[in-house]
T-cell receptor, first 112, second 115 residues
């Protein structure tokens, strides 16, 4: 299995909703990542988990809350988002030395 | 800190023309280098990558890239493009031993191939 699987593929949520994005990989990668990509822009790093511990938070607002329950799963909990948070959210994983970087197909999030 | 610069924001060319997209990076150590493609409305796909060894890397769909360490460059080439190569292309760098293996992307180059 050489894929990173993200669910759901599309999500529409209101500004008062709570939702979660899910990411799963079975490549034995010990580093997992969340990126945000706005239209016509490159992906921007949000969070990095290394061995299930948060190692980088790129000054992301607290309305985004990551969670890594085990070495194969990565969640992104969303609460009280703003319309400007609408974007494509990408999950990725890699070996601990950075090799094998693999992206999922993303969750397209719309906040209304 | 690592950074990536892509020289061209937009490129327009005709089918069968040759393509070269420039990419320069800044990082004080050893790097892993990548080119990704994103077709309209689709997710990122890896075209090719360089970790070590032969600096001329061949990828999918007839693309290749050359790592020139002295110039901090990793330019992407394709000898003859097709209409289906219309997409956005991102160069990315991952500095080895960088905390958390952060992948930094260039601003992207939008390529339009006219039939």
């Amino acid at each position: 299995d050489t894929e990173v699987t993200q669910t759901p593929k599309h999500l529409v949520m209101g500004m008062t909703n709570k939702k979660s994005l899910k990411c799963e990989q079975h490549m034995g990668h010990r580093a997992m990542y969340w990126y945000k990509q706005k239209a016509k822009k490159p992906p921007e790093l949000m969070f990095v988990y290394s061995y299930e511990k948060l190692s980088i938070n790129e000054s992301v607002p607290s309305r985004f809350s990551p969670e890594c329950p085990n070495s194969s799963l990565l969640n992104l909990h969303l609460h009280a988002l703003q319309p400007e948070d609408s974007a494509l959210y990408l999950c990725a994983s890699s070996r601990e030395n950075g090799e094998g970087y693999t992206f999922g197909s993303g969750t397209r999030l719309t906040v209304v | 800190a690592q950074s990536v610069s892509q020289h061209n924001h937009h490129v327009i060319l005709s089918e069968a023309a040759s393509l070269e997209l420039g990419c320069n990076y800044s990082y004080g150590g050893t790097v892993n280098l990548f080119w990704y493609v994103q077709y309209p409305g689709q997710h990122l796909q890896l075209l090719l990558k360089y970790f070590s060894g032969d600096p001329l890397v061949k990828g999918i769909k007839g693309f290749e890239a050359e790592f020139i360490k002295s110039k901090f460059s990793f330019n992407l080439r394709k000898p003859s493009v097709q209409w289906s190569d219309t997409a956005e292309y991102f160069c990315a760098v991952n500095g080895r031993k960088a905390a958390g293996n952060k992948l930094t992307f260039g601003g992207g180059t939008r390529v339009l191939v006219k039939p």
